[in-house]
């Protein structure tokens, strides 16, 4: 606080706190509260509202464990309930597009970091900010037009010899998580970059002077130093992929429904924002936990992942 008012003066420091406090209380913090407080209550009509049938409960979460069906793990097939089956999907498939993410990501903001001349970073940048210039639900519509049945990407493939006949690409997970990967693999980038560049170029020099080969380097020196980078990165991801919307619903299929349709089902088709509330409040803690335990593994503290 100290700093910001050398820097700026008391009236544009207090500015930037009155409306840093706005965004947090009035645009954050009290909507989940009221969504916290209404996940424990029935959905009933507005004349039943703070009546004998309007209590706290558990109910509307005990409605995720409702009509069971089969699920495959490791070729054991056991009963679970669907939107159970749902969530966990939503949960490892979102890991997964974290993990793809990394492995794409890693290594352009090593080149972006450590080899590529000053000079040409700026249009590199400009690059990689293109796609953020259209919105996601037009990114994901042309990755629909490209994974259509009739699509560009089987006419390529037809005219290449590769396949004989058309593939339908928009079926199972596949489709989201190639429109997940494309969507956010920008919010690993750059935490990569950030972190990569603050490393000293000698300590580098110095691995490959004691004759250490590049995958040694890269493992004892270059990602232990990118450790909050990553952490921030994944953090990002697998909470922007858990919680996105448009691009399953765009790109997904019957067979690969996202836990946030589920959530928007039960809310506007169902009509039950209570039941909605407490199903986004059930991803929200798991998803917390989720990234809690990744931070714990890495051992990487918010703190590092704030820099």
């Keep these: 606080m100290q700093d910001l008012l050398k820097r700026y003066g008391m009236g544009l420091t207090t500015t930037f706190v009155m409306l840093t406090a706005f965004w947090l209380l009035i645009l954050l913090i009290l909507p989940n509260i009221t969504m916290f407080e209404s996940s424990f209550r ?9 009546g004998p049938k309007d209590f706290y409960s558990l109910n509307n979460y005990g409605q995720i464990l ?15 309930p669907v939107r159970i089956k749902v969530f966990i999907l939503t949960i490892f498939y979102s890991a997964l597009v974290t993990v793809i993410t990394f492995v794409m990501a890693y290594p352009l903001a090593y080149y972006l970091a450590k080899i590529v001349s000053p000079k040409s970073l700026p249009t590199l940048f400009l690059l990689l900010f293109v796609p953020l210039w259209v919105s996601e639900i037009l990114r994901s519509f042309a990755w629909f037009i490209i994974l259509a049945f009739k699509g560009p990407l089987n006419v390529v493939l037809m005219q290449l010899g590769i ?21 956010y693999v920008l919010f690993m980038i750059f935490p990569l970059y950030n972190a990569l560049q603050s490393l000293d170029s000698n300590q580098i020099e110095a691995a490959e002077d004691l004759g ?26 697998f909470m922007l992929s858990a919680g996105s919307l448009l691009v399953p619903s765009l790109l997904g299929s019957t067979s690969s429904g996202w836990f946030t349709q589920t959530i928007q089902g039960v809310m506007l088709e169902g009509q039950d924002w209570n039941t909605g509330a407490a199903f986004a409040f059930l991803l929200l803690i798991v998803c917390t936990l989720f990234v809690s335990g990744m931070m714990r593994v890495f051992g990487v503290k918010l703190s590092d992942i704030a820099k």
């Design 42 to 50: 029935p959905y009933l009509p507005v004349v039943d509202v703070g």
């Design 212 to 237: 250490s080969p590049w995958w040694r380097t890269h493992l004892r020196v270059i990602l232990p130093h990118a450790r909050p980078g990553i952490a921030s990165g994944a953090v990002m991801v």
């Design 163 to 183: 396949i004989d006949s058309e593939i339908r690409w928009i079926a199972g997970f596949s489709p989201v998580i190639i429109g997940l990967v494309y969507t």
């Design 66 to 80: 409702g009509n069971e069906v089969d699920m495959t793990v490791l070729g054991l097939t056991f009963p679970v």
